[in-house]
Nanobody, 125 residues
Framework: QVQLVESGGGLVQAGGSLRLSCAAS????????MGWFRQAPGKEREFVAA????????YYTDSVKGRFTISRDNAKNTVYLQMNSLKPEDTAVYYC??????????????????WGQGTQVTVSS
């Protein structure tokens, strides 16, 4: 059974940092693209960042460029999202996802097969 488990969320003041982790189990995802999405209250889920299988390609939504960094450790079947200079508008539930069968980056939620349960990130002003 495939399972993605996010961790690292929490409450932080504006300007602070958090590092999210997403550990995959049940199968190996080292050959697949992975990504992070977020959903704020009353809003649709939106793309945040994506990384290809080899970490040679990454992509970010404009609002997080220069502040967030996506990375992965294929030996640990884990993807990370380092979030710096956090802003109140970054407050959301953050989800990791895997593009089963696809090695490249994906920007749309329908491109992803497996999803984690989400971790809450709250940034206070």
């Amino acid at each position: 059974q495939v399972q993605l488990v996010e961790s690292g969320g929490g409450l932080v003041q504006a300007g602070g940092s958090l590092r999210l982790s997403c550990a995959a189990s049940g199968r190996t995802f080292s050959s697949y693209g992975m990504g992070w999405f977020r959903q704020a209250p009353g809003k649709e889920r939106e793309f945040v960042a994506a990384i290809n299988w080899s970490s040679s390609s990454t992509y970010y939504t404009d609002s997080v460029k220069g502040r967030f960094t996506i990375s992965r450790d294929n030996a640990k079947n884990t993807v990370y999202l380092q979030m710096n200079s956090l802003k109140p508008e970054d407050t959301a539930v953050y989800y990791c996802a895997v593009r089963s069968g696809r090695a490249g980056v994906g920007l749309m939620s329908y491109e992803y097969t497996y999803w984690g349960q989400g971790t809450q990130v709250t940034v206070s002003s």
